[in-house]
């Protein structure tokens, strides 16, 4: 697979019918290895090690409904109280991060209304945080870590 704009991660890859696959710590389970499932691997990683997010505060994949249409998310980062801290889309390193990657996960942020978002390819990563009260995102260099009452 494509070397990622992250730090260094080992991960649990296996080969089965022809297919690679690897290990999700959150889902405990092994995925097919796609582009974005590559880039996704390392954001929970990232969470995890870099930013120091109990795994039992991210989940992974889940559907969620935005104006009676079901969508899926990627990451998404829970605060202790259950509120979202945080959600993340992933797009292979192919895709170019665009208006449209923005406009997605705004969409989901409507329901949602987590602190911070989190856009990346996997080459590039960007972080916002969001000023309801002004309607506007903040764009940040990268996420602030959670202090430990937060966490």
């Excluded at 080992?10 to 690679?20: A, L, M, P, Q």
Aim: net charge neutral; aromatic share 12%.
């Amino acid at each position: 697979m494509q070397s990622l704009s992250f730090p260094n991660y080992s991960f649990r890859i296996k080969n089965k019918e022809n297919k690679t696959l690897i290990f999700d710590v959150v889902r405990k389970n092994f995925m097919v290895l796609t582009p974005e499932e590559w880039v996704r691997q390392h954001v929970v990683q990232f969470l995890l090690k870099e930013q120091e997010i109990p795994l039992s505060h991210i989940n992974v994949e889940k559907q969620l409904t935005v104006h009676q249409t079901t969508k899926r998310y990627d990451v998404v980062v829970f605060n202790k109280d259950g509120s979202i801290y945080l959600i993340v889309e992933c797009k292979a390193p192919h895709i170019p991060i665009s208006q449209d990657t923005f406009d997605q996960i705004a969409r989901y942020n409507l329901v949602t209304q987590a602190n911070y978002l989190m856009v990346t390819n996997g080459l590039a990563h960007y972080f916002c945080q969001l000023d309801y009260e002004n309607e506007r995102y903040i764009f940040l260099e990268n996420l602030p870590k959670r202090s430990i009452h937060e966490a």
